[in-house]
């Protein structure tokens, strides 16, 4: 079955990670922990010390992408910082605004009772005037 494995056929033995293999030499199995990786050295295939260096290139690589990505990780949490920091200012202004929009609507509401009483007084004044005259 370990021989099917390297074929890209899915066995007990390596658990999926056929495309991971560098060589014939080598075979993978299921590890405990979800960061390990077991290799299985056939002796009589293939040459230990460049199965060694292309593992150490391989994690060179991964170190790299590793990096990156925190790296990106770091940029895109201080975006997201920024986008929060704009979104609270954005609030306060709001707020603000609509602070400054309630005093307005007080304001012209009492402009509309003021308006409202002096109408009703020149009224009453007109009624008044009009009740003199039509007794003379």
Not at 14 to 29: K, Q, V
Not at 99 to 112: A, C, D, E
Not at 113 to 136: D, E, G, N, P, T
Request: charged fraction near 20%; glycine fraction near 8%.
């Amino acid at each position: 079955m370990a021989s099917n494995s390297y074929r890209g056929g899915s066995s007990f033995y390596n658990g999926d990670a056929a495309p991971y293999r560098s060589r014939e030499g080598l075979s993978t199995r299921p590890a405990a922990a979800s960061d390990e990786i077991q290799l299985q050295i056939d002796p009589m295939q293939g040459d230990l010390d460049d199965q060694i260096v292309g593992l150490h290139g391989q994690v060179k690589r991964l170190r790299n992408i590793a990096q990156e990505i925190g790296t990106e990780a770091k940029s895109q949490q201080d975006f997201l910082d920024q986008l929060q920091m704009t979104l609270i200012k954005a609030q306060a202004g709001v707020k603000n605004n609509v602070r400054r929009l309630n005093k307005k609507i007080i304001q012209n509401g009492s402009n509309h009772v003021v308006q409202v009483v002096v109408f009703a007084l020149i009224c009453f004044f007109i009624v008044y005037m009009w009740s003199k005259i039509s007794r003379k």
